[in-house]
Nanobody, 117 residues
Framework: QVQLVESGGGLVQPGGSLRLSCTASDSIFRLYDMGWFRQAPGKQRELVAGIRGGGSGSTFYTDSVEGRFTISRDNAKNTVYLQMNSLKPEDTAVYYC?????????WGQGTQVTVSS
C-alpha cells in the first residue's frame, strides 16, 4: 500500500509563498495522476490542482488558484509539489495529496496552511 506524506505547511502573511511536498513510499506513484486537495474549517475537501502521471505531466487547476499555484512532480524522488504564491486568507486549510480520483486508504495527515497577518 502506498503511503503519502505531506509537508511544508505553515503560517504565512497574505501575499506570501509556500511550497508543499508530498512524498510517496512506492515508485509506482510515478504512474499515477496526482492531486492536491484542501479542506477548510466547515467546508468540504476540494481538489485544487492535479498533474498527470506516466510521463505526461500535464496539469490543471481550480479557478480560485489558477495563476497563483503551480503543481509539479519529481518522479525520481517520488514527490509531488505545490508551489503557492500570492497567498490569500481564503487559502487557509489543511492540504492533502492523493491520487487524482482519491483513494480512501491513501489519505495522510495533511499539512496545515494558515494565511493571516
Amino acid at each position: 500500500q502506498v503511503q503519502l506524506v505531506e509537508s511544508g505547511g505553515g503560517l504565512v502573511q497574505p501575499g506570501g509563498s509556500l511550497r508543499l511536498s508530498c512524498t510517496a513510499s512506492d515508485s509506482i506513484f510515478r504512474l499515477y495522476d496526482m492531486g492536491w486537495f484542501r479542506q477548510a474549517p466547515g467546508k468540504q475537501r476540494e481538489l485544487v490542482a492535479g498533474i498527470r502521471g506516466g510521463g505526461s505531466g500535464s496539469t490543471f487547476y481550480t479557478d480560485s488558484v489558477e495563476g497563483r499555484f503551480t503543481i509539479s512532480r519529481d518522479n525520481a524522488k517520488n514527490t509531488v509539489y505545490l508551489q503557492m504564491n500570492s497567498l490569500k486568507p481564503e487559502d487557509t486549510a489543511v492540504y492533502y495529496c492523493n491520487t487524482r480520483f482519491p483513494r480512501n486508504n491513501y489519505w495522510g495527515q495533511g499539512t496545515q496552511v494558515t494565511v493571516s497577518s
